[in-house]
């Protein structure tokens, strides 16, 4: 286990229209977007950036996934200080290796993974030094981490054993099952629980920090994107809304009660 937790620390949207994403996050989280161009030869990527700092990218979907048939989708990066020692890591402990190491120019080294129940993520190793995590309430940056499985208890016991993640709690929710949530760091926080019947596959969610839910569910729809369910509150005192961008890919925004 690592002396101290490891959280997702970038979140990159891949898209099929790389122009019209960046037009509807910008208008409904708020970003401040600009093109990522300190790596030549680089397909364009475009950077989101809250106030504070970078806090992921939009890029065009690359032909090979494409070609596979997945959809438009959000897909978080987890820190690591040696990302060939986490990916056997990660082997040995049951998960998947979807693409090796490798490297981006000025960047770093990269890894798609995925975990024993299939949830795909990936690891980046920065060659920049680490910088200190922001509060987790910062306006446009990720607030709360969901993980919809197939064994939510297996699923944890993963992200404990190979991220150092800690136990939260537990809710029950009745027919829906137990929401188990997680600390990742003293900045970092998510849930766990296993997937509905809805949701074909296993798959991170993420939750974008907005001022305020009503207005931002406007500009959701407002935008051409859907509102699936709500708004409603949750027991950490928060507005939550979950959504989906004019492309397909599902995303959430979390606001504080008002």
Known sequence: MPNAPTPFFWYELMTTDLDAAEAFYTAVVGWRAEPFDKAPGMPRYI???SAMRGVGGLMTMP???AKMGMPPAWIGYIYTKDIDASTQALKDAGGAVHRAPDDIPGVGRFAVVADPQ???FMFLQPNQP???PVPATTLGHVGWHELYTTDWKAAFDFYSSQFGWESAGEFDMGEMGIYKTFGAGPESGGGIMNKPPQIPVPVWQFYFNVD????AAKRVTDNGGKVIMGPMDVPSGQWIIQCQDPQGAHFALLAPVR
């Open 47 to 49: 950077v989101v950036n």
């Open 118 to 120: 299939g949830a795909t």
């Open 212 to 215: 305020a839910i009503d207005a």
């Open 130 to 132: 680490e910088q200190p």
């Open 63 to 65: 032909e090979e996934p």
